[in-house]
């Protein structure tokens, strides 16, 4: 049985602003990426990053990457090694800059995308299609095109789900989560003019 979590990764942002924009607290206790439910550090790379243990987090919803978003860059990313399905995706000022998909259910050589991704993605892309093609295509028993949006988000942020933060020995801090409540966009008009 393989992995299916959620994790994003915030930069721009202090990690106290967005744990509480995600409702969650530290509950003291230190873990081991993925062995609890939820979990947050600093990366090497400097963005902060969330992990839960279930691929379609409330966290992932994306009225809320936007929201969280609205004044910081944030990378999202999911995996479920057991369904082959794996996507990354930037937000920047609340609105989506791009997002790279594979759905191993529908083809091995599956990638959606959307926006630009950034430069790296080409050659991965490239790369594990060769790869995809040396190891029988469609009907090799792995699947290299996976690896093409967690490849990427490791590009972008210094971190990927199997392989850690390099040289990081920093631990998870475990969280507890409430609810998800709507993060609040600033009001575009000051309080006094609203009348």
């Not at 990378?75 to 479920?80: G, N, R, Y």
């Not at 599956?110 to 430069?119: D, S, V």
């Not at 789900?161 to 631990?171: K, L, M, Q, R, T």
Request: glycine letters at 10%.
């Amino acid at each position: 049985m393989g992995y299916a979590l959620s994790w994003l990764a915030v930069r721009g942002k202090l990690p106290e602003q967005v744990l509480a924009d995600l409702n969650a607290t530290p509950t003291g206790g230190e873990v081991d990426f993925a062995r609890s439910r939820l979990g947050a550090r600093r990366l090497r790379s400097g963005w902060y990053a969330v992990f839960a243990r279930e691929q379609g987090h409330a966290w992932m919803d994306p009225d809320t990457l936007g929201l969280l978003s609205a004044s910081a860059d944030l990378l999202a990313c999911t995996v479920d090694e057991n369904r082959l399905m794996s996507s990354a995706e930037l937000w920047r000022a609340g609105d989506l800059v791009w997002q790279v998909l594979h759905d191993g259910q529908q083809s091995h050589d599956h990638l959606k995308i959307t926006g630009e991704p950034p430069a790296p993605f080409a050659a991965l892309a490239i790369d594990h299609r060769r790869l995809q093609a040396a190891a029988g295509g469609g009907r090799a028993t792995i699947d290299h095109l996976f690896q093409v949006p967690l490849k990427l988000a490791q590009r972008v942020t210094g971190f990927k789900h199997d392989e850690g933060d390099a040289g990081a020995d920093v631990p998870w801090t475990e969280l507890h989560d409430g609810p998800v409540r709507p993060v609040q966009a600033k009001p575009s008009v000051p309080w006094w003019k609203r009348w």
